[in-house]
Protein backbone atom coordinates (compact mmCIF):
# COMPACT_ATOMS: atom_id res chain seq x y z
CA UNK A 1 0.00 0.00 0.00
CA UNK A 2 2.85 2.41 0.63
CA UNK A 3 3.65 2.22 -2.69
CA UNK A 4 0.38 2.92 -4.21
CA UNK A 5 0.47 6.59 -2.01
CA UNK A 6 4.21 7.46 -3.43
CA UNK A 7 2.64 6.69 -7.18
CA UNK A 8 -0.08 9.39 -6.01
CA UNK A 9 2.01 11.55 -4.38
CA UNK A 10 4.39 11.58 -7.22
CA UNK A 11 1.36 12.37 -9.46
CA UNK A 12 0.10 15.37 -7.15
CA UNK A 13 3.70 16.88 -7.80
CA UNK A 14 3.91 16.69 -11.44
CA UNK A 15 -0.21 17.74 -12.25
CA UNK A 16 0.75 20.52 -9.72
CA UNK A 17 3.91 21.84 -11.69
CA UNK A 18 1.83 21.55 -15.06
CA UNK A 19 -0.88 24.00 -13.60
CA UNK A 20 1.86 26.20 -12.26
CA UNK A 21 2.93 26.53 -16.46
CA UNK A 22 -0.42 26.58 -17.16
CA UNK A 23 -1.64 29.13 -15.18
CA UNK A 24 1.60 31.54 -16.35
CA UNK A 25 0.47 31.16 -19.53
CA UNK A 26 -2.65 31.92 -19.25
CA UNK A 27 -1.77 34.83 -17.52
CA UNK A 28 0.97 35.85 -20.33
CA UNK A 29 -1.35 35.40 -22.90
CA UNK A 30 -4.20 37.65 -20.95
CA UNK A 31 -1.21 40.59 -20.67
CA UNK A 32 -0.66 40.36 -24.35
CA UNK A 33 -4.57 40.50 -25.97
CA UNK A 34 -4.85 43.74 -24.10
CA UNK A 35 -1.91 45.38 -26.53
CA UNK A 36 -2.91 42.92 -29.53
CA UNK A 37 -6.52 44.54 -29.00
CA UNK A 38 -4.99 48.38 -29.44
CA UNK A 39 -3.05 47.44 -32.24
CA UNK A 40 -6.36 46.15 -33.79
CA UNK A 41 -8.54 49.03 -33.11
CA UNK A 42 -5.60 51.65 -34.30
CA UNK A 43 -4.79 49.96 -37.14
CA UNK A 44 -8.64 49.28 -38.62
CA UNK A 45 -9.68 52.85 -39.34
CA UNK A 46 -6.70 53.36 -41.37
CA UNK A 47 -7.54 49.56 -43.42
CA UNK A 48 -11.34 50.77 -44.05
CA UNK A 49 -10.31 54.54 -45.34
CA UNK A 50 -7.41 52.94 -47.66
CA UNK A 51 -9.66 50.70 -49.11
CA UNK A 52 -12.45 53.43 -49.51
CA UNK A 53 -9.87 55.62 -51.44
CA UNK A 54 -8.80 53.40 -53.67
CA UNK A 55 -12.73 52.31 -54.29
CA UNK A 56 -13.37 56.15 -55.25
CA UNK A 57 -10.44 55.91 -57.56
CA UNK A 58 -11.43 52.84 -59.30
CA UNK A 59 -15.05 54.29 -59.57
CA UNK A 60 -14.07 57.62 -60.39
CA UNK A 61 -12.17 56.60 -63.46
CA UNK A 62 -12.90 54.65 -67.01
CA UNK A 63 -9.12 52.98 -66.17
CA UNK A 64 -9.05 49.00 -66.70
CA UNK A 65 -6.37 48.52 -64.25
CA UNK A 66 -5.65 44.44 -63.62
CA UNK A 67 -6.06 44.91 -59.56
CA UNK A 68 -9.98 46.08 -60.03
CA UNK A 69 -11.28 44.52 -63.16
CA UNK A 70 -12.64 41.03 -63.08
CA UNK A 71 -11.39 38.88 -65.40
CA UNK A 72 -13.36 37.67 -68.25
CA UNK A 73 -12.32 33.42 -67.42
CA UNK A 74 -10.54 33.77 -64.29
CA UNK A 75 -8.18 30.80 -63.97
CA UNK A 76 -6.08 31.00 -61.11
CA UNK A 77 -6.22 32.02 -57.46
CA UNK A 78 -4.06 32.88 -54.48
CA UNK A 79 -4.68 32.16 -51.13
CA UNK A 80 -2.79 33.52 -47.66
CA UNK A 81 -3.59 31.73 -45.35
CA UNK A 82 -2.04 32.88 -41.82
CA UNK A 83 -1.45 30.47 -39.03
CA UNK A 84 0.04 30.26 -35.85
CA UNK A 85 4.06 30.06 -34.94
CA UNK A 86 3.41 28.03 -31.34
CA UNK A 87 0.69 25.51 -30.30
CA UNK A 88 -1.20 25.44 -26.68
CA UNK A 89 -3.99 27.52 -28.55
CA UNK A 90 -6.73 25.12 -28.97
CA UNK A 91 -8.29 24.61 -32.15
CA UNK A 92 -7.07 28.08 -33.56
CA UNK A 93 -4.76 27.06 -36.18
CA UNK A 94 -6.92 23.66 -37.23
CA UNK A 95 -10.29 26.21 -37.75
CA UNK A 96 -8.15 28.71 -39.99
CA UNK A 97 -6.30 25.99 -41.93
CA UNK A 98 -10.41 24.10 -42.38
CA UNK A 99 -11.52 27.66 -43.27
CA UNK A 100 -8.93 27.92 -46.08
CA UNK A 101 -9.24 23.93 -47.33
CA UNK A 102 -13.14 24.99 -47.88
CA UNK A 103 -12.06 27.72 -49.55
CA UNK A 104 -9.57 25.86 -51.60
CA UNK A 105 -12.26 23.10 -52.54
CA UNK A 106 -14.81 25.78 -53.62
CA UNK A 107 -12.56 27.86 -56.01
CA UNK A 108 -11.08 24.29 -57.80
CA UNK A 109 -14.74 23.64 -57.93
CA UNK A 110 -14.82 26.81 -59.96
CA UNK A 111 -12.57 25.46 -62.18
CA UNK A 112 -9.68 27.55 -60.70
CA UNK A 113 -5.73 26.84 -60.18
CA UNK A 114 -4.82 27.31 -56.71
CA UNK A 115 -1.78 29.26 -55.22
CA UNK A 116 -1.10 28.46 -51.20
CA UNK A 117 0.60 31.13 -49.41
CA UNK A 118 1.27 30.64 -45.74
CA UNK A 119 1.90 32.22 -42.53
CA UNK A 120 2.90 30.56 -39.19
CA UNK A 121 4.77 27.36 -38.26
CA UNK A 122 1.84 25.41 -37.64
CA UNK A 123 0.13 26.19 -41.34
CA UNK A 124 3.93 25.28 -43.03
CA UNK A 125 3.54 22.15 -41.15
CA UNK A 126 0.27 21.08 -42.31
CA UNK A 127 1.33 21.50 -45.79
CA UNK A 128 4.65 19.82 -45.22
CA UNK A 129 3.30 17.00 -43.56
CA UNK A 130 0.81 15.87 -46.48
CA UNK A 131 3.19 17.17 -49.23
CA UNK A 132 1.46 19.88 -50.70
CA UNK A 133 3.20 22.47 -52.53
CA UNK A 134 3.36 26.28 -51.00
CA UNK A 135 4.59 29.06 -53.34
CA UNK A 136 5.95 31.04 -50.26
CA UNK A 137 5.50 30.89 -46.09
CA UNK A 138 6.65 33.42 -43.90
CA UNK A 139 7.25 32.17 -39.89
CA UNK A 140 8.11 33.98 -36.42
CA UNK A 141 6.37 36.89 -36.14
CA UNK A 142 2.63 35.64 -35.93
CA UNK A 143 2.35 36.84 -32.21
CA UNK A 144 3.55 40.20 -32.49
CA UNK A 145 3.31 41.19 -35.98
CA UNK A 146 4.57 44.70 -37.18
CA UNK A 147 3.49 46.61 -40.62
CA UNK A 148 7.72 45.85 -41.96
CA UNK A 149 6.02 41.55 -41.55
CA UNK A 150 2.78 42.74 -43.26
CA UNK A 151 5.02 44.53 -46.06
CA UNK A 152 7.74 41.50 -46.39
CA UNK A 153 4.25 39.39 -47.51
CA UNK A 154 2.46 41.48 -49.21
CA UNK A 155 5.29 41.95 -52.20
CA UNK A 156 5.34 38.29 -53.55
CA UNK A 157 1.70 38.51 -53.54
CA UNK A 158 1.04 41.87 -55.29
CA UNK A 159 3.81 40.52 -58.42
CA UNK A 160 2.48 37.62 -58.69
CA UNK A 161 -1.38 39.61 -59.25
CA UNK A 162 0.06 42.48 -61.07
CA UNK A 163 1.68 38.95 -63.42
CA UNK A 164 0.13 37.74 -66.43
CA UNK A 165 -1.91 34.67 -65.60
CA UNK A 166 0.47 33.04 -68.37
CA UNK A 167 3.04 33.99 -67.23
CA UNK A 168 2.48 32.67 -63.68
CA UNK A 169 -0.05 35.27 -62.35
CA UNK A 170 -3.28 34.85 -60.63
CA UNK A 171 -6.92 36.58 -61.18
CA UNK A 172 -8.04 36.66 -57.69
CA UNK A 173 -6.24 36.93 -54.16
CA UNK A 174 -7.95 35.78 -50.97
CA UNK A 175 -6.86 35.93 -47.50
CA UNK A 176 -7.50 33.29 -44.64
CA UNK A 177 -7.40 34.42 -40.90
CA UNK A 178 -9.46 34.50 -37.62
CA UNK A 179 -11.09 37.34 -36.68
CA UNK A 180 -11.81 38.55 -33.58
CA UNK A 181 -14.87 39.41 -32.62
CA UNK A 182 -14.78 38.91 -28.02
CA UNK A 183 -12.36 37.45 -25.84
CA UNK A 184 -14.29 34.36 -25.91
CA UNK A 185 -15.43 34.97 -29.86
CA UNK A 186 -12.82 34.46 -32.61
CA UNK A 187 -14.02 32.96 -36.09
CA UNK A 188 -11.73 32.13 -38.88
CA UNK A 189 -12.82 34.00 -42.35
CA UNK A 190 -12.11 34.21 -45.71
CA UNK A 191 -11.99 37.46 -47.57
CA UNK A 192 -11.23 38.44 -51.06
CA UNK A 193 -8.94 41.31 -51.62
CA UNK A 194 -8.32 41.20 -55.53
CA UNK A 195 -9.83 42.00 -57.44
CA UNK A 196 -11.39 44.95 -55.32
CA UNK A 197 -15.27 45.15 -54.94
CA UNK A 198 -16.57 48.29 -56.24
CA UNK A 199 -19.48 49.30 -54.29
CA UNK A 200 -20.94 52.16 -54.93
CA UNK A 201 -22.37 54.97 -52.41
CA UNK A 202 -25.75 55.14 -52.25
CA UNK A 203 -27.55 59.07 -50.85
CA UNK A 204 -29.34 59.48 -47.55
CA UNK A 205 -32.66 57.70 -48.67
CA UNK A 206 -30.90 55.19 -50.53
CA UNK A 207 -31.99 56.32 -53.98
CA UNK A 208 -29.93 56.38 -56.96
CA UNK A 209 -25.95 56.02 -56.78
CA UNK A 210 -23.52 58.92 -55.73
CA UNK A 211 -20.51 58.47 -58.42
CA UNK A 212 -18.16 60.95 -57.73
CA UNK A 213 -15.90 62.71 -60.15
CA UNK A 214 -12.05 63.18 -59.94
CA UNK A 215 -9.39 64.19 -61.99
CA UNK A 216 -5.90 62.50 -61.59
CA UNK A 217 -2.82 63.44 -61.94
CA UNK A 218 -0.46 62.23 -63.59
CA UNK A 219 -3.07 59.11 -64.39
CA UNK A 220 -5.97 57.44 -62.85
CA UNK A 221 -3.35 54.01 -63.58
CA UNK A 222 -0.60 55.91 -61.47
CA UNK A 223 -2.63 56.46 -58.79
CA UNK A 224 -3.73 53.15 -58.26
CA UNK A 225 -0.10 51.76 -58.99
CA UNK A 226 0.43 53.79 -55.88
CA UNK A 227 -2.25 52.76 -53.84
CA UNK A 228 -3.69 49.52 -54.74
CA UNK A 229 0.01 47.94 -53.00
CA UNK A 230 -0.25 50.26 -49.88
CA UNK A 231 -3.95 48.65 -49.83
CA UNK A 232 -2.78 44.93 -50.20
CA UNK A 233 -0.34 45.60 -47.30
CA UNK A 234 -3.06 47.62 -44.85
CA UNK A 235 -5.07 44.15 -45.21
CA UNK A 236 -2.52 42.07 -44.28
CA UNK A 237 -0.96 43.72 -41.62
CA UNK A 238 -4.67 44.10 -40.21
CA UNK A 239 -5.29 40.49 -40.13
CA UNK A 240 -2.24 39.65 -39.26
CA UNK A 241 -3.19 42.05 -35.44
CA UNK A 242 -6.90 40.68 -35.77
CA UNK A 243 -4.86 36.98 -35.82
CA UNK A 244 -3.03 37.61 -33.16
CA UNK A 245 -4.73 39.04 -30.97
CA UNK A 246 -7.31 35.80 -31.82
CA UNK A 247 -4.32 33.44 -30.85
CA UNK A 248 -3.86 35.25 -27.73
CA UNK A 249 -7.38 35.06 -26.55
CA UNK A 250 -7.49 31.19 -27.70
CA UNK A 251 -4.51 30.65 -25.84
CA UNK A 252 -5.77 32.42 -22.69
CA UNK A 253 -8.99 30.25 -22.88
CA UNK A 254 -7.38 26.94 -23.82
CA UNK A 255 -4.56 27.53 -20.98
CA UNK A 256 -7.48 28.09 -18.94
CA UNK A 257 -9.00 24.91 -19.37
CA UNK A 258 -5.78 23.24 -18.86
CA UNK A 259 -5.31 24.82 -15.56
CA UNK A 260 -8.95 23.76 -14.22
CA UNK A 261 -8.44 20.27 -15.29
CA UNK A 262 -4.90 20.31 -13.48
CA UNK A 263 -7.05 21.54 -10.35
CA UNK A 264 -9.67 18.94 -10.95
CA UNK A 265 -6.95 16.12 -11.34
CA UNK A 266 -5.31 17.30 -8.25
CA UNK A 267 -8.72 17.14 -5.97
CA UNK A 268 -9.09 13.39 -7.42
CA UNK A 269 -5.55 12.25 -6.58
CA UNK A 270 -5.75 13.94 -3.43
CA UNK A 271 -8.90 11.79 -2.86
CA UNK A 272 -7.19 8.67 -4.10
CA UNK A 273 -4.15 9.28 -1.53
CA UNK A 274 -5.91 10.25 1.06
CA UNK A 275 -8.33 6.99 0.65
CA UNK A 276 -4.93 4.96 0.28
CA UNK A 277 -3.40 6.14 3.31
CA UNK A 278 -6.45 5.67 5.42
CA UNK A 279 -6.43 2.09 4.25
CA UNK A 280 -2.55 1.83 5.02
CA UNK A 281 -3.11 3.00 8.33
CA UNK A 282 -6.09 0.83 8.99
CA UNK A 283 -4.35 -2.23 7.69
CA UNK A 284 -1.34 -1.16 10.26
CA UNK A 285 -3.54 -1.31 12.68
CA UNK A 286 -4.91 -4.51 12.03
CA UNK A 287 -1.84 -5.98 12.04
CA UNK A 288 -0.88 -3.93 15.54
CA UNK A 289 -4.17 -5.88 16.71
CA UNK A 290 -3.97 -8.83 15.22
CA UNK A 291 -0.09 -9.21 16.30
CA UNK A 292 -1.12 -7.72 19.96
CA UNK A 293 -4.46 -10.69 20.09
CA UNK A 294 -1.71 -13.88 19.29
CA UNK A 295 0.81 -12.64 21.53
CA UNK A 296 -1.95 -12.72 24.32
CA UNK A 297 -2.66 -16.15 23.09
CA UNK A 298 0.47 -17.00 23.07
CA UNK A 299 0.67 -15.72 26.95
CA UNK A 300 -2.34 -17.52 28.02
CA UNK A 301 -0.93 -20.79 26.55
CA UNK A 302 2.29 -20.53 28.20
CA UNK A 303 0.42 -19.85 31.49
CA UNK A 304 -1.76 -23.31 31.57
Given at each position: ?GA????????????????K????M??I???????????????T????E???????V????????????????????A??????????????S?N???A?????????????????????????????????????????F????????????????????????????????H?VF??????M????????????????????E??????PL??F??S????L?????????S????????????????????????T????????????L???????E???E??????????L???????D?
Amino acid sequence: MGAQLRVYKRRIRSVTATKKITKAMEMIAASRIVKAQRQVAASTPYATELTRAVTAVATGSTTKHPLTTEADAPARAAILLITSDRGLAGGYSANAIKAAERLTERLRGEGKEVVTYVIGRKGVAYYGFRERKVEESWTGFTDSPTYADAKRAAAPLIEVVTQETAEGGVDELHIVFTEFVSMMTQNPVDDRMLPLSLDTTKDEEGKGEILPLFDFEPSAEDVLDALLPRYVESRIYNALLQAAASEHAARRRAMKSATDNAGDLIKSLSRLANAARQAEITQEISEIVGGASALADATAGSDK
